[in-house]
């Protein structure tokens, strides 16, 4: 897809989020914001999946013979959600039921509600990296070529458990797996560096055995060539380190960890979404 | 009361290595997990058959967990294997977000469960486990009582879809269960029929409910005797119809009161026929080293403490 397109697509994305955290108040905004670009290029660009004649993505759980994502750092599912509806898995009208009793769209993703396009519930840091192994090493048991992402959060580096998957998937040679870090250096205490240093996260999987890179997480053209480019070895892991603003695209939500939780009042989902206008064969859901 | 005799004892993971090896050569799907614990678990036969179906976790449950979910989607049904402290509450959120509510076909089989581990001590020792597993939604908890029956419920769980938390434990114990069962998650089995007082054991204690049945033959007293190899879903109805008959129970596990059978079995007839109910368990603590027998003696998990029990439970009704 035109890279151009992707963004007007993303500009949707945003629009979305911003909307669906406003109308209940509650809602993780500033990484959803963030990591749009990345989903918007894996869903419509990088990944091979299932679709009908119309091009709308077909849910398949156990995903045969197509490319797998997971969501680990579950708290930004407004933009999972948008994304997954604009692919085509289940109504874009749904997407007004975000967080409400009795949606299919749970604060956090969850397989419960059966909503088309989730896989396994997250929100629970630190356990998306691990569930990616076992996909990857599934695939490889089925003789399934296909390639498996998931994406995490920087602060979500410091739980035990990603140090597991980070020595399992080296080991086990699961070259069919890219792990991606949204490398925004905040979380809800404060700035990452601050909270908890997580130091040399490249040098870290370096020593794990990863193959580690880097892409800048708000240039569509830099996450298309860097996903593209990043798959070559059969037998090593990937891991991307995704440079991302919190809050992109909105400009009083940029930068600050103080937007990771929190939503828009009236006044300020106006501002917001002018600085997103809708784009040619775009709507609003 | 029905004579049950044995020619030879063998451990209940035994059960569980010939149940995987035996599934490894019937159903492609099935993939063998462990965390550093392949031999404890009696896995060597399936690693040597199938080797590209074995993954070793190295010594990292919570990773393995996450892992076993993930196989589940490309169609794989994980048997994650690990003592039962290192597969139940080390790991217990990632159990809960990962499997149980994520809703994934995971088998938790889980050995050295209880005081029967024996000289390791209490931080091996896990006396909660089933108590952990049964609150979870989704969760199927079985405890099987010997060779046989630990054989055969490996292999009906592979054959179920959810997540199951499969437990079994480590000392040599009696083979009294037929070779050719079929295993039926959920049914309860009645080993012995009475009209005096009704025992419901699970696990190891089910051998010492038997020896404690003829103890209580020879007083006069005939029991129900039944199996309770699932915890969750509880066979309700198999333990109502023989209380009915009865009118006072025991329930008896290598598990804390808190949590374990007797306090299924307590809801069950709090809420439908409340009887006298005695128990048989562990009292709120933890346990120690020791052999296995002095183990189960010290903290009163024997025929003879069934016995004195349900000699109470009897005395009760009123």
Known sequence: ?285 | MKKYTYTEKKDTRSGFGAGILELGRTNPNVVALTADLAGSLKLEGFIKEFPERYVQCGISEANMIGVSAGLTIGGKIPFATSFANFATGRVYDQIRQSVCYSNKNVKICASHAGLTLGEDGATHQILEDIGMMKMLPNMTVINPCDFNQTKAATIAIADYEGPVYLRFGRPVVPIFTPADQKFEIGKAIVLNEGPDVSIFATGHLVWEAIKAGEMLAEQGIEADIINIHTIKPFDEEAVLASVRKTRCAVSAEEHQLNGGLGDSVAQALARNFPAPLEMIGVHDSFGESGTPDQLMKKYGLTAEKIVEAALRAKSRVV
């Open chain 1, 1 to 285: 897809m035109e890279i151009q397109q992707l963004q007007h697509i993303a500009t949707q994305v945003r629009r979305d989020i911003v909307r669906m955290v406003h109308a209940v108040n509650s809602g993780h905004p500033g990484g959803s914001l963030g990591c749009t670009d990345l989903l918007v290029a894996l869903y419509f660009d990088v990944m091979h999946l299932k679709r009908d004649e119309q091009g709308a993505a077909i849910f398949d759980m156990n995903a045969t013979d197509e490319d797998l994502f997971f969501l680990s750092n579950g708290h930004i599912s407004p933009v999972f959600y948008s994304v997954l509806a604009r692919s085509g898995y289940f109504p874009v009208s749904e997407l007004a039921t975000f967080r409400k009793l009795d949606s299919r769209l749970q604060g956090h993703p969850a397989t419960a509600e059966h909503l088309p396009g989730i896989r396994i519930a997250s929100g629970s840091l630190g356990q998306g990296l691990s569930v990616a192994c076992g996909a990857a090493f599934a695939k490889r048991l089925n003789g399934d070529d296909k390639h498996v992402y998931v994406l995490m959060g920087d602060g979500e580096q410091q739980e035990g458990q990603i140090w597991e998957a980070a020595t399992f998937a080296p080991h086990h040679k699961l070259g069919n797996l890219t792990a991606i870090i949204d490398f925004n250096g905040q979380q809800i205490d404060g700035p990452t560096n601050l909270v908890m240093n997580n130091r040399d996260l490249g040098a870290k999987y370096r020593a794990f055995g990863w193959n580690v890179t880097e892409m800048k997480g708000n240039d569509m053209s830099d996450i298309i060539k860097t996903l593209h480019e990043s798959k070559n070895d059969p037998e090593v892991p990937t891991l991307i380190l995704m440079e991302t603003e919190m809050g992109f695209g909105v400009d009083f939500m940029m930068g600050s960890h103080k937007w990771h939780g929190v939503a828009p009042n009236d006044e300020q989902l106006a501002v917001a979404l002018n600085q997103l206008p809708i784009t040619a064969g775009m709507s609003d859901y």
